[in-house]
């Protein structure tokens, strides 16, 4: 009976350490600072990132547009995916994470600020 009582001390005190954890003092990788005096590349900084978030497996050419590398850069402009008025506004960097399809998929660190940053600086193919 004694150890009974111990396991289930034991399991309330678990059980009381991990829903009293208070995630607030975490912070997220915001990643490098972006310059937005420092030019953005297309192919080594943006085109990347695609890759990086599974983007390319299901916009690989066979759909609507394609985020392959050599093959992103005609697929937005294209296709009308940024917005040179308005960078936020731009469908490349609205639609992840906001429904449907895209829920799942979001940018992580300074990804969506470098992809704003490089269409800002006139979204060059560099």
């Known amino acids: 009976m ?6 289930f001390a034991s399991v309330m005190l678990v059980a009381i350490a991990a829903t009293s954890c208070d995630y607030k003092y ?31 497996n299901c916009h690989n050419g066979s759909g609507l547009f394609s985020l392959q590398q050599g093959e992103a850069y005609q697929s937005l402009v294209g296709n009308g995916l940024l917005d040179f008025e308005n960078a936020d506004n731009s469908k490349i960097v609205t639609v992840p994470g ?15 600020l ?12 560099n």
């Open 98 to 112: 906001s429904g449907g399809l895209h829920t799942d998929y979001t940018y992580v660190s300074n990804q969506k």
């Open 114 to 125: 470098i992809i704003t940053t490089w269409i800002e600086q006139g979204a060059e193919d």
């Open 2 to 7: 004694k150890a009974l009582k111990i396991f």
């Open 26 to 56: 975490i912070t997220p990788d915001t990643g490098e600072p972006v310059d937005p005096e420092e030019p953005i590349s297309f192919t080594q900084q943006v085109e990347p990132i695609w890759t990086s978030q599974s983007c390319t």
